[in-house]
C-alpha cells in the first residue's frame, strides 16, 4: 500500500525554522516527484517544493526560494523540507504528494495532479 507520512510541523515565532518530513511507504522514491504543497485556510493550494528522482531536478516557489530548501535521504526512503526564515505568511497545511515518473518544474506543481498525498502538518508562523 502506497502511503506518504508527514511530521516535523508546529508553532514556531517568526525568524525561525522548522524541517518537515516526508517519510515514504510501499514504494520506493525511485522514478518519482516529490512534491511539498501547503495550503492555508481561504487560500488556494500552492506547489511549494519538489525534487526529483527521475531526472535530477528540483523547484522552488519564488515565496519560498533562499528559505527552504528540499533533500531526500535514500536510506530513509524520505523526503525533507528545511524551512528557515519563516513567516506568518507560511502559515498552512503542508502536504507531501508523490507523482511517478516525472521531473519537477512550476507546471508539474501547478497544473498536472500528484497520485499519493499524505495526511498533512500543520505550520504555524507566529510570535
Known amino acids: 500500500q502506497v502511503q506518504l507520512v508527514e511530521s516535523g510541523g508546529g508553532l514556531v515565532q517568526p525568524g525561525g525554522s522548522l524541517r518537515l518530513s516526508c517519510a515514504a511507504s510501499g514504494f520506493t522514491l525511485d522514478d518519482y516527484a516529490i512534491g511539498w504543497f501547503r495550503q492555508a485556510p481561504g487560500k488556494e493550494r500552492e506547489g511549494v517544493s519538489c525534487?526529483?528522482?527521475?531526472?535530477?531536478?528540483?523547484y522552488s516557489a519564488d515565496s519560498v526560494k533562499g528559505r527552504f530548501t528540499i533533500s531526500r535521504d535514500n536510506a530513509k526512503n524520505t523526503v525533507y523540507l528545511q524551512m528557515s526564515s519563516l513567516k506568518p505568511e507560511d502559515t498552512a497545511v503542508y502536504y507531501c504528494?508523490?507523482?511517478?515518473?516525472?521531473?519537477?518544474?512550476?507546471?508539474?506543481?501547478?497544473?498536472?495532479?500528484?497520485?499519493?498525498w499524505g495526511q498533512g502538518t500543520q505550520v504555524t508562523v507566529s510570535s
Open positions: 525534487i526529483s528522482t527521475t531526472d535530477g531536478s528540483t
Open positions: 504528494a508523490a507523482k511517478l515518473g516525472y521531473g519537477c518544474s512550476w507546471y508539474v506543481m501547478n497544473g498536472t495532479p500528484f497520485g499519493s
